[in-house]
């Protein structure tokens, strides 16, 4: 079964900068190509909310609190999806998930959640 494992949250001050990383175990590449993939993200008392999606090198999409500061990317060659965090504050702690839906289904994938928590 298609799984995501995610890495590289922690704890940061603000101003920092951190790096997730998101394993697609069990896809094979032309599916991980195709697929979009990215992160949300879900703050205590709070919905879970769209950080960034990937498609492809040109179709990428953010929301508008982290356009600038975070960039998403595809490492195909690692199944991959990578969130690179940079100027951070603490209205960026949450805990962040990476997510999946392959291609040519309907079914949503989720990793287990990594905690980001920046101190001010």
């Known amino acids: 079964q298609r799984q995501l494992v995610e890495s590289g949250g922690g704890v940061v001050h603000a101003g920092g900068s951190l790096r997730l990383s998101c394993k697609a175990q069990r896809t094979i590449l032309s599916v991980f190509t195709s697929s979009p993939m990215g992160w949300y993200r879900q703050a205590p008392g709070k919905e879970r909310e769209l950080v960034a999606i990937i498609n492809s090198r040109t179709d990428v999409n953010y929301a508008d609190s982290v356009k600038g500061r975070f960039t998403v990317s595809k490492d195909n060659t690692k199944r991959a999806v990578n969130l690179e965090m940079n100027n951070l504050g603490p209205e960026d702690t949450a805990l962040y998930y990476c997510?999946?839906?392959?291609?040519?289904?309907?079914?949503?994938?989720w990793g287990q959640g990594t905690q980001v928590t920046v101190s001010s």
């Open positions: 997510y999946m839906r392959p291609y040519g289904t309907s079914q949503d994938y």
